[in-house]
């Protein structure tokens, strides 16, 4: 299954370049200056795109899905009725604090369409960030994630200038796992009974990835 178990909705916390508007955050005030457009990103197959309005029911349409909400940590199931709109108005904020990217995950062909999602959580102090996806069911295991996640690794490295990513899965759900693998990323270890869904506390294992590794 094409989901990590940080999964998006909401903002976290990255570090970039000097060029960017949180370089030097530790010592220097940040200038009240509008944060420059995020531009889309274009894949062999795929076009990762800002979320807009209109993206809304296809968000809930997705996401009222019990195995994908059974794999995250922040996603419920049902879906809320609305939850998809007051998604997406974080986004905006979350990007001009420097806190998250969300992307949406199209077709190159059809850049409307929405398929899935990925995105950065951004750790300001430690210059890092924890990537989260989640893709619809039907378009599982055809590598729509594994090329998402390539371009949002070279984007966090190169456009923001982290020094670490790394993203964790349940462990039932290894599907995941060989996404973060075949995306460049070390398996890292195991977290006994890291998180609780649904009242069940699951471990999770974890990998990473340093801005020096090689990208394959």
């Given at each position: 299954?094409?989901?990590?178990?940080?999964?998006?909705?909401?903002?976290?916390?990255?570090?970039?370049?000097?060029?960017?508007?949180?370089?030097?955050?530790?010592?220097?005030?940040?200038?009240?200056?509008?944060?420059?457009?995020?531009?889309?990103?274009?894949?062999?197959?795929l076009?990762?795109?800002?979320?807009?309005?209109?993206?809304?029911?296809?968000?809930?349409?997705?996401?009222?899905?019990?195995?994908?909400?059974?794999?995250t940590?922040?996603?419920?199931?049902?879906?809320?009725?609305?939850?998809?709109?007051?998604?997406?108005?974080?986004?905006?904020?979350?990007?001009?604090?420097?806190?998250?990217?969300?992307?949406?995950?199209?077709?190159?062909?059809?850049?409307?369409?929405l398929?899935?999602?990925?995105?950065?959580?951004?750790?300001?102090?430690?210059?890092?960030?924890?990537?989260?996806?989640?893709?619809?069911?039907?378009f599982?295991?055809?590598?729509?994630?594994?090329?998402?996640?390539?371009?949002?690794?070279?984007?966090?490295?190169?456009?923001?200038?982290?020094?670490?990513?790394?993203?964790?899965?349940?462990?039932?759900?290894?599907?995941?796992?060989?996404?973060?693998?075949?995306?460049?990323?070390?398996?890292?270890?195991?977290?006994?009974?890291?998180?609780?869904?649904?009242?069940?506390?699951?471990?999770?294992?974890?990998?990473?990835?340093?801005?020096?590794?090689?990208?394959?």
């Amino acid at each position: 299954m094409s989901v990590a178990l940080a999964v998006l909705p909401t903002p976290a916390t990255i570090h970039c370049k000097s060029n960017s508007p949180m370089a030097n955050s530790e010592s220097q005030p940040r200038a009240e200056t509008e944060p420059a457009p995020i531009e889309p990103i274009q894949t062999q197959r795929l076009l990762l795109r800002t979320f807009v309005e209109s993206d809304a029911p296809r968000v809930e349409l997705l996401l009222n899905d019990k195995e994908i909400a059974s794999n995250t940590r922040r996603i419920d199931y049902p879906y809320p009725v609305g939850g998809g709109a007051q998604w997406i108005a974080t986004h905006q904020p979350a990007w001009q604090a420097g806190d998250s990217y969300i992307f949406a995950i199209c077709p190159a062909e059809n850049p409307s369409f929405l398929i899935g999602a990925i995105g950065l959580e951004i750790n300001k102090l430690d210059h890092n960030a924890e990537l989260g996806y989640w893709m619809g069911r039907e378009f599982w295991n055809q590598g729509f994630c594994t090329e998402a996640a390539k371009a949002v690794i070279e984007f966090g490295f190169e456009t923001l200038g982290l020094r670490r990513i790394c993203s964790e899965h349940i462990t039932r759900n290894p599907a995941s796992g060989k996404v973060m693998a075949k995306a460049g990323m070390t398996r890292e270890g195991l977290r006994r009974k890291h998180v609780r869904k649904w009242g069940v506390f699951e471990d999770v294992i974890i990998y990473g990835m340093l801005s020096g590794d090689s990208r394959r």
